[in-house]
């Protein structure tokens, strides 16, 4: 693909920097903002194919205005790809996330917010204990409440204890806020 990007080195190299803390086993998390039409996105998109190049592995969602009072919509798409992943986590909080996806294995509509953001930790954990994560939400502004919360949860500790819950390859987390 490549993206040629003019004039934002200075965000590259912030965002650059952040995926070669996680490939050395350091957590971080970045919020970009900007008014509509920026950049945002494609700073993101350089970001995501950066980080894939490097062997970062990326999860990401985009904020959906629509679906911006829709409980754990934003953590559907972040979790769609990974739905193979959820029966490695504690039983409780298997279920915890499979109520959030729905499917034969939902036996309850999302209820526990903590336990849901404590999955999402564990999840993440797990899969920066592989390869070091880079988590993406574009428009983080439209993320529906319950997303943002679990994943809010999740970032504060990860970024807060690195080594503690065997995130050894650790999680960037980049999120973009702001207008448009
Ligand atoms: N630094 C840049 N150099 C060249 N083109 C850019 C740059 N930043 C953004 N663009 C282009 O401008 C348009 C709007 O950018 P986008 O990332 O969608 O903005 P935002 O997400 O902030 O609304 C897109 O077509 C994008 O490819
Ligand atoms: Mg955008």
Do not use: N, Y
Not at 46 to 73: I, K, M, Q
Not at 154 to 168: I, T
């Amino acid at each position: 693909m490549g993206h040629v990007l003019h004039g934002r080195r200075a965000e590259q190299a912030a965002l650059g920097a952040l995926v070669t803390d996680a490939l050395e086993g350091r957590s971080g998390a970045l919020v970009l903002r900007g008014e509509a039409g920026i950049g945002k996105s494609a700073l993101l998109d350089w970001t995501a194919e950066r980080a894939g190049v490097d062997g970062v592995r990326v999860v990401r969602v985009t904020g959906v205005e629509a679906e911006a009072d829709l409980a754990f919509a934003g953590l559907v798409g972040l979790l769609w790809p990974l739905q193979s992943r959820l029966d490695d986590l504690p039983e409780a909080q298997a279920r915890a996330l499979h109520s959030v996806l729905g499917g034969p294995a939902a036996d309850e509509a999302p209820s526990d917010r903590f336990r849901i953001g404590l999955a999402v930790l564990t999840l993440l954990a797990e899969l920066a204990g592989e390869q070091p994560v880079l988590c993406l939400v574009d428009d983080a502004q439209w993320l529906d409440r319950a997303s943002t919360d679990a994943l809010t949860f999740a970032a504060r500790r990860l970024g807060a204890d690195g080594g503690g819950h065997g995130v050894r390859g650790a999680a960037g987390g980049v999120r973009r806020a702001g207008a448009g």
